[in-house]
């Protein structure tokens, strides 16, 4: 089991850029995937990012295509999710989470989770 804790959330302004950490407790297997979620309020949790960390290979969600960037540091056992041009529609709870197994965008396939971290956008 992995344990993850995200930090690096806070109040900025539209245009601006924040990167979240998300340590890991421990080494992902080189099968895992580390994704990155956000929820706002009243919507339901919904894919950003994903990344499998043996490959490197990425995934993310058309609505930040281009603004935002999901990379991994294995000597950290940290994911990192670099957000730049941020927007008043990117406000929500940021989720870190890992899963044994491909890429998915389906948040019921991720089974360990971060507490997650607070990102309000002002325009």
């Known amino acids: 089991q992995v344990q993850l804790v995200e930090s690096g959330g806070g109040l900025v302004q539209a245009g601006a850029s924040l990167r979240l950490p998300c340590a890991a407790s421990k080494r992902p297997f080189s099968s895992y995937t580390m994704g990155w979620f956000r929820q706002a309020p009243g919507k339901e949790r919904a894919f950003v990012a994903a990344?499998?960390?043996?490959?490197?290979?990425?995934m993310y969600a058309d609505s930040v295509k281009g603004r935002f960037t999901i990379s991994r540091d294995n000597a950290k056992n940290t994911v990192y999710l670099q957000m730049n041009s941020l927007k008043s529609e990117d406000t929500a709870v940021y989720y870190c989470a890992a899963r044994d197994g491909n890429l998915d965008a389906l948040p019921r396939r991720y089974p360990y989770w971060g507490q997650g971290t607070q990102v309000t956008v002002s325009s």
């Open positions: 990344i499998r960390w043996s490959t490197g290979v990425l």
